[in-house]
């Protein structure tokens, strides 16, 4: 269909259903027409574009007063919300069709508003319909740090930005996350968090909304159904007000979402420091005046999960992460990135090498870094990302690094001998679990083989007594091949896609460990496709004859 016949036919079928064109905007066409709802027209203005890459827009022209100050799926200026975006796609090629669709959905959805059935699904709407100002909230969810509110302003002294309220439990580091956003703290600007549960989904009233007094907040708790809550926080804002505080910040944490508001006391003039009888006492509360505030969460542990809710267990452990080369480099951002050294956990990066000019082609790290350290460059480059991050280089020898108390210990050196010394080391009382990943060949495969418990396979577990190898990743031979000059400068060539996919595989062993399902242990990944797999995924058995972890007492 040619768009002339597109725009034809729309207009034409939307005709036949009680709509008049008006007008067009670019690809936009304007009608006007009704919806139909249990046999009473609706009047609604609809816009329609013709691409098909949005959907059509229905505004209701005049909205009824019980659906007043509030309704579920009215947008502010009478838009109807009758199919959350993406939920529907359009077929753009049959546009006459796909709009008398989305009239019947419209008509079904606003007939349900009307009867008062879609009430529930202001839970969801909440916040739209809550505040416009935003708190951001870095508050980590495994500490009982007292929560505080802290105001935050540009650097630039110049700004007349309003400032940033700020509500945290690990004061310290949120200062260096706003920090990196070039925002210090307003100097004695903190006010008291009163910090509230409560099982209840947040729900507007329809009737009155949004509250504007704490009498009018109060209220809604109890027809909340949480009369607990609302005298929690009653009894909060009556100790902030005997404490002589100007107002306090209330911050209501439900299961799904969090939500606050900030109350000034009007003290009428009165001297902050006479004492009010309990009644005045809670008469100026429930006068007092408050913002509404949505909360915008940056704790590193909603940041870490909210895209991947198997990250759950990776913060507050501590992970070593032997060799920075170009398989650890990218391991750790993505380690990093699902939560590790966040909370109260710690990544310690070992490695003794320095990142060489012929390295950058496929590393993490770039040209800037040359001649640095590689755990300590990489250390550095990860916490200017993740400003929070409790990194530890260590620079020194996988075999000689002191490693405290670890829950896991990860070997990207990618070589052989190293993972059976560590094997070796790590066994018997002294035993840590231990994660390898490596790369065969040049790039022909990806494997990752972990050791979560003294009686699973080490890395040596891998070959029997004469060296030869019990789980091949391949049917075919692993070509050995080497580029470079002389005994010093030789390395196997692959390109960083190959460290990458090494990672990746590595990252998902850990999220898999962390979630307590270590199985399949031994894990690998063919890359060429001239390469058949030879041993699936599987757990190895540990061999009571492995010169690296068959204990000799
Ligand atoms: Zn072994």
């Not at 009758?82 to 606003?110: K, N, T």
């Not at 006391?265 to 009644?279: C, Q």
Request: neutral net charge.
């Amino acid at each position: 269909m040619n768009p002339m016949n597109a725009v034809e036919s729309i207009v034409s079928v939307l005709k036949q259903r009680g709509f008049d064109y008006e007008a067009s905007e670019g690809d936009t066409l304007l009608f006007r027409g009704h919806l139909l709802c249990q046999g009473q027209p609706h009047a609604v203005a609809l816009a329609v574009d013709v691409s098909g890459l949005t959907l059509p827009e229905f505004q209701l022209l005049n909205i009824p007063r019980q659906l007043k100050p509030i309704a579920p799926h009215i947008g502010q200026d009478g838009f109807l919300c009758y199919a959350a975006r993406g939920s529907i796609v359009l077929d753009i090629f049959d546009m006459p069709a796909q709009v008398l669709a989305c009239i019947d959905r419209a008509e079904s959805v606003y007939a349900e508003v009307l009867a008062g059935k879609r009430a529930k699904d202001l839970e969801d709407e909440f916040f739209a319909y809550w505040g416009t100002s935003i708190c951001l909230a870095d508050i980590d969810p495994y500490l009982s740090t007292p929560v505080e509110a802290i105001f935050y302003q540009n650097a630039k002294a110049k700004s007349k930005a309003e400032p940033l309220l700020v509500i945290s439990n690990v004061p310290k580091q949120t200062k260096i996350k706003l920090e990196c956003l070039g925002m210090i703290p307003v100097p004695n600007r903190v006010a008291r968090v009163c910090r509230v549960k409560t099982n209840q989904a947040p729900m507007p009233m329809q009737d009155k909304w949004p509250p504007k007094s704490v009498e009018e907040v109060l209220r809604w708790q109890s027809y909340l159904g949480d009369g607990n809550c609302r005298r929690k926080l009653e009894s909060h804002l009556i100790n902030a007000l005997n404490a002589d505080l100007n107002g306090a910040f209330c911050l209501i944490e439900s299961p799904l979402i969090s939500y606050g508001f900030a109350v000034s006391f009007n003290r009428n003039g009165g001297k902050p420091n006479s004492i009010y009888n309990r009644l005045a006492v809670r008469e100026l509360i429930y006068q007092s005046q408050l913002q509404t505030f949505s909360i915008v969460r940056i704790d590193d542990v909603y940041l870490a999960q909210r895209n991947n809710p198997m990250n759950r267990n990776l913060h507050g452990l501590n992970i070593t992460l032997i060799g920075c080369g170009t398989i650890g480099g990218y391991l750790a951002e993505l380690m990093v990135k699902a939560g590790v050294g966040t909370s109260t956990g710690r990544l310690t990066l070992v490695d003794n090498d320095s990142l060489m000019p012929q390295n950058v082609g496929r590393h993490r790290l770039g040209f800037n870094h040359i001649l640095q350290n590689k755990a300590e460059a990489l250390a550095e480059e990860l916490t200017r990302s993740s400003p929070s991050l409790n990194a530890r280089p260590l620079p020194v020898d996988a075999l000689q690094a002191y490693l405290g108390k670890e829950d896991l210990i990860i070997d990207a050196t990618g070589e052989e001998a190293l993972g059976h010394a560590l094997a070796h080391k790590y066994q018997g009382p002294d035993f840590k679990p231990i994660l390898k990943v490596w790369i065969e060949g040049p790039g022909i495969a990806v494997r990752s083989l972990l050791t979560p418990v003294p009686d699973s396979a080490c890395a040596r577990c891998l070959n029997d007594d004469q060296r030869t190898v019990l789980y091949p990743s391949t049917q075919e031979a692993i070509p050995l091949e080497l580029l470079g000059q002389g005994c010093e400068s030789l390395y196997v060539p692959f390109p960083a896609t190959v460290s990458v996919q090494a990672a990746c595989l590595a990252m998902e062993h850990l999220s898999d460990w962390a979630m307590e399902q270590p199985s399949p242990r031994l894990r690998t990944k063919i890359l060429n496709n001239h390469f058949t797999i030879a041993t699936p995924d599987i757990d190895p058995l540990k061999r009571s004859t492995c010169p690296a972890c068959a204990m000799v007492v």
